[in-house]
């Protein structure tokens, strides 16, 4: 089983302990942190930009990876996952935008560019603190059901169930794209050290399935069951069936 921080219904106490986790990580010379998006994390970035601003903390020195682009969207597009990580983080803290690293949506071979992301992350890797989120369906990053563990960074067509729970995002489904450029299953299970944050009643029994179930490729992140450093951060609703055990 992972390391569990149960939050009780508190989303400011995810928040603080994300943002911890990830502080402590942080403090290494040269940095490297995986980032994540989605609702899940955007407490923990208001709350790293909020320790930037005070004075506490500094980005200076970090590099940092996303774990994913929508395919077709260009990193000025207000829902790219680039435009997303500049308007809640990079935008309010002094990282170097040169250390700052993401898919490129917009290029004309999404699987070149793949490749190209895979092998700037094994020059600069491994990275020592992974954040991630989880779909309903299981996914991390958009590795979806029946992704092979031993996958690395590759263009997946999304599913019907990730497109729809990420159409809130957008005006209407028809413009969520059909596909993306994920980091494979590998490349996160490379990662030192990983902080899941889930939060709401909808991630329970993704929850369930990916740690109290044997890992199967029908769940993505079964896989981390075999990583030996992983953190959950879960409100009540989200751990109420990690909680029983
Ligand atoms: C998206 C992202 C994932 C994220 C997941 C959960 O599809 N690609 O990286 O973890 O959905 O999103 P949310 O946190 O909004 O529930």
Redesign the pocket.
Known sequence: MPHIIFCGTSEEELDRRAADWLVERMAKPRAVVGL???????GLYRELVRRHQAGEISFKDVRAFN??EYVGLSPDHPMS?AYYMKEHLYGHVDIDPVNTYIPNGAVQDPKEEALRYDTLLSTHGPIDAQI?????NG????NEPGTDFSTRTHVVE?TEE?RQ??ARFFSSIDEVPTE?I?VGIANILESKEILL????A??AEALRRAFLEPPTSDVPASALQSHPNVTVVVDDEAGKLLKAQ
């Not at 994540?36 to 955007?42: E, N």
């Not at 991630?132 to 309903?136: A, E, M, R, S, V």
């Not at 944050?197 to 709401?200: F, L, Y």
């Open positions: 994540a998006t989605g609702s899940s994390p955007l774990l994913d996952y991630l989120g989880i779909g309903t996914h991390i990053g958009f999304l990730t729970s990420n993306a994920t944050i889930a939060r709401g909808n991630k």
